[in-house]
């Protein structure tokens, strides 16, 4: 059943008597220019660079066993959180899935998460390495340990990503407002 959707006649002049005085609207073109990066976005890739370059580097080489399971505890810090991290008792906050990157990249998305996670208050961190050839699996727990908000490192559980990935836990400052 098709229904009738004509005006009728008194509907026209309505609605013609309600248009008068309008103005017809002429259709604009609006060309946008290339996007360029935010200031915000600038300033925050040169702090990341400058954490990586400060934090990171390739000649320091810790005394942990990156071939095994990678564990690691700062000093000073309760030797408990490295089992913890084992046992799942933190379940990751933010996961950094480092497929395809190479060092330099890798160390400033390194820089990133740990500055995000101290930014968002969140503790712990999955780094997603993979296990591939390898090279990101042994330098990224160097990286790790070289950075004083690092609390843990640990392999992750297999729900987590097992042998191709790491746990971390963030030293994230009390808030005194929470005490």
Known sequence: MKKDHSL??????????????????????????KAQKAPEQT???????????????????????????????KPGADSYLAKQLRR???APELILDMHGMN????KLE??????????????CACIVTGVGERVLKH??????????????IH????????RGALLILVDIPEDPFFR
């Open 43 to 73: 300033t925050n890739t040169k702090v990341k660079q400058l954490d990586a370059e400060f934090y990171f580097s390739d000649e320091y080489i810790p005394d942990i066993d990156t071939s095994s399971t990678v564990n690691f505890v």
């Open 88 to 90: 799942g008792d933190f």
């Open 110 to 123: 390194l820089a990133g998460l740990i500055s995000a996670c101290k930014k968002r208050h969140l503790r």
């Open 103 to 106: 060092k330099e990249t890798a």
């Open 139 to 152: 330098k990224v727990p160097h990286y790790l340990v070289q950075h004083p908000d690092v609390l843990a």
């Open 155 to 162: 392999q992750a559980p297999l729900e987590y990503g097992g």
């Open 8 to 33: 009728s006649d008194d509907d026209i002049a309505l609605f013609r008597s309600e248009m008068s005085g309008s103005k017809k609207i002429s259709q604009d073109t609006v060309h946008f220019k």
